[in-house]
């Protein structure tokens, strides 16, 4: 029987980056929300490829959990500083450059 492995992707998370490192520019409230539901889904996306695929269960799988949790738009989290939004966002986005670089298929 044929296990049923999830394929590791770096589009995604390169997705996720130029969106996150966007954050920078002036958008519309919608965009935040967009952001909330993309980064949302690549987070579980990544923990679902690390828990299935590899069986890892270590720093990077609870990372993209807590991730998740924070980006998460049905239960939204808010800081309203935009300036404590910015360091989360550039600090999201060098995270799924890390999990781009370790965890792609040679």
């Avoid at 520019?25 to 679902?48: D, Q, S």
């Avoid at 690390?50 to 808010?78: E, G, H, M, R």
């Avoid at 600090?91 to 965890?103: H, L, R, S, T």
């Amino acid at each position: 029987m044929e296990e049923n492995n999830i394929k590791f992707y770096i589009i995604p998370g390169i997705i996720a980056i130029v969106l996150l490192l966007l954050t920078f520019f002036n958008w519309p409230y919608g965009f935040y929300t967009f952001l909330r539901w993309i980064v949302t889904a690549i987070a579980i996306y990544y923990a679902c490829y690390l828990y299935q695929s590899l069986k890892i269960k270590d720093f990077w799988f609870w990372a993209l959990v807590v991730v998740a949790v924070l980006f998460n738009p049905i239960v939204p989290i808010y800081i309203y500083n935009k300036s404590t939004w910015g360091i989360i966002d550039v600090v999201v986005a060098i995270f799924f450059g890390i999990i781009v670089v370790k965890f792609k298929e040679k």
